[in-house]
């Protein structure tokens, strides 16, 4: 079955970098585009980034643009999110999703269990 | 930019009731419409995409209609594992969420 496990969160102070990880196993890893989404602590569901299946492209939410990198290690099955510049707006526990697709439709059929990245000094 | 808007933001029903959630798109979307599922303490899990189309495994009391900027998910007969949050989300490009509707068991 389908398994995306994160992980890398934890406590970071605000300017500071932190990189996410999520294996990905049960499935093709190749076949399939990437996504980051976001959730704040008691709010909703914010789409973060997308990678292609092939990395061969990016797209990311201005909110994070110029500040996030998403990539992908196709011979480790792993999707990383590096966060650089952090802020306190982004706290939020951060899912990897997977798209149905090679190149992205924008939903998401399988997440991962979420990792929290707390921005505070 | 489109936005989705989700009414109601709550709501309390008993077990056995119809339930119904509605979600408007701020343009046409034809029918790139997902719905998820939010438990508890949970992950997010897809329920129906393309608007009306079930996810393997979601129950067939779960059902999605609508097309174009009115959407609507029903819950045929309200289950006590049915209590969540339920987003709806328009895909297809950058993918904007609803707000949310929280349901509970009255």
């Known amino acids: 079955q389908v398994q995306l496990v994160e992980s890398g969160g934890g406590v970071v102070q605000p300017g500071r970098s932190l990189r996410l990880s999520c294996a990905a196993s049960g499935f093709t890893f190749t076949d399939y585009a990437m996504h980051w989404v976001r959730q704040a602590p008691g709010k909703g569901l914010e789409w973060v980034a997308v990678i292609w299946f092939d990395g061969s492209n990016t797209y990311y939410a201005d909110s994070v643009k110029g500040r996030f990198t998403i990539s992908r290690d196709n011979s480790r099955n792993t999707l990383y999110l590096q966060m650089n510049s952090l802020r306190a707006d982004d706290t939020a526990v951060y899912y990897c999703a997977r798209d149905p697709y090679y190149a992205p439709i924008y939903y998401f059929d399988s997440w991962g269990q979420g990792t929290l990245v707390t921005v505070s000094s | ?106």
């Open chain 2, 1 to 106: 930019d489109i936005q989705m808007t989700q009414s109601p933001s709550s709501l309390s029903a008993s077990v056995g009731d119809r339930v119904t959630i509605t979600c408007r798109a701020s343009q046409g979307i034809a029918n790139y419409l997902a719905w998820y599922q939010q438990k508890p303490g949970k992950v997010p899990k897809l329920l129906i995409y393309a608007a009306s189309t079930l996810q393997p495994g979601v129950p067939s009391r779960f059902r999605g209609s609508g097309s174009g900027t009115d959407f609507k998910l029903t819950i045929s007969s309200l289950q006590p594992e049915d209590v969540a949050t339920y987003y709806c989300q328009k895909y297809k490009s950058v993918p904007p969420f609803g707000q949310g509707t929280k349901v509970e068991i009255k």
